[in-house]
């Protein structure tokens, strides 16, 4: 009887494996992602087509109308909206109404500005910001409709703030406190980050469902301690079901040992995600 008991544990497991089940079962709401595009312009029919085509697309999501966001989800795209955590657009008057002098961080008494983006870099600790924050998800993401949030600076916290670890904890405090509310608000909404490795490690690996590796380059893991270790890391924490790492790469060689670790890679062209 116990023989014959495990002959059909057996026999249903190899049916659900087939099924593809465990498989999402270990890897979550990004499991079934194999392609992805960025695309942060406003899309003519073209990219719309080409779209289409991917499991998932990181868009600026206010450049696209509601029937191209149709389009896309009837296609069984993953739609996730384009945020910056640390960073805020000093083009965007709509969100500065919601920003208080208090949000912007300070390094030496200074506002930290960057120009190649025309971007300061916010304060995380800030209940406003956060609110903020949530406000922008809200708008951008699911009153779009769309699958999810896609986080960007997050690398800020581990740049900015390296030299001043009580403000650096505080920082990622805060990041922790804007998910847990994300989650309270909107617990179905997938979450990937940007980047941000030492804050995944120590923080946010209980709550976001993906890493975007960019800026990942062979040549750089080949050499570079650093990129080896986190290689080595991330591949066990997709292992074992925990997050879902993507890359975004600039040459084939890279895209290869991507895909050759089971990161789904987009290749990028030029500068810009336009």
Known sequence: MRKRLVWIILIVLVFFLGKGLLNMFWFGPLHDVKSFHIFYGTPDEEKLTELSGQDAAVIESLAFSEQDV???????????????????ENWNEEL???????????????RIYIKEWDTYVMDLREPNYRDALLWKVEKYVTQRGLDGVFFDTV????YYFRDEPAV?????????????????????LIVIQNRGFETYET????????VLWEGFDAQDIKESEWAQ???????????????????????????????????????????TYQ
Do not use: C
């Not at 997050?243 to 040992?257: A, F, W, Y």
């Open 168 to 188: 650096e904890q505080a920082m990622r405090n805060g990041y922790a406190a804007l998910l847990d509310e994300l989650k309270k608000r909107h617990p179905d």
């Open 203 to 210: 923080l946010s690996r209980s709550y976001v469902d993906g």
């Open 155 to 158: 690398d800020d916290l581990d």
């Open 229 to 271: 270790k986190w290689l080595k890391y991330f591949k066990k924490e997709q292992r074992l079901g925990r997050v879902r790492v993507l890359t975004v790469v600039t040459d084939e060689k890279s895209r290869q040992l991507s895909e050759k670790n089971k990161f789904p890679a987009y290749v990028r062209k030029g500068d």
């Open 96 to 110: 500065k109404e919601r920003i208080a002098e208090s949000d912007y961080a300070e390094s030496g008494g200074n």
């Open 70 to 88: 149709a389009y896309l989800k009837e296609n069984g795209v993953k739609l996730f909206g384009y945020v910056s955590l640390m960073q805020l």
